[in-house]
């Protein structure tokens, strides 16, 4: 498999909030790690424009491994309803120009 994988932080997650979107439009394979002890439900969106409209592209209330998530331009994640706890999200995907 050509290319190598990268990625980083999305968000952490301890209220009713929705953290920022990250540009992946030059990776290919993205996925997004949710872990952390918490009680609520998070949602990760992804944009095709960037990040001027959002859609819902999976719904969890627990840790997840979310993807591969379609071709798009920004992913970012949304705590929709919170009790407590914290959700760190991350994400990675393949970037097809390094090797």
């Known amino acids: 498999m050509a290319g190598k994988y990268r990625g980083g932080a999305l968000a952490s997650l301890d209220a009713q909030e929705t953290g920022t979107g990250v540009n992946v439009s030059d990776l290919e394979d993205v996925y997004v790690h949710i872990s952390g002890t918490f009680v609520g439900t998070i949602k990760t969106e992804i944009s095709f424009d960037q990040g001027t409209t959002w859609a819902e592209f999976d719904s969890d209330t ?11 331009s920004h992913v970012r994640g949304r705590c929709s309803a919170y009790t407590s706890g914290t959700a760190v999200l991350n994400y990675g995907g393949r970037d097809p120009n390094r090797r």
């Open 62 to 72: 627990a840790p997840a491994l979310v993807g591969p998530l379609p071709p798009c």
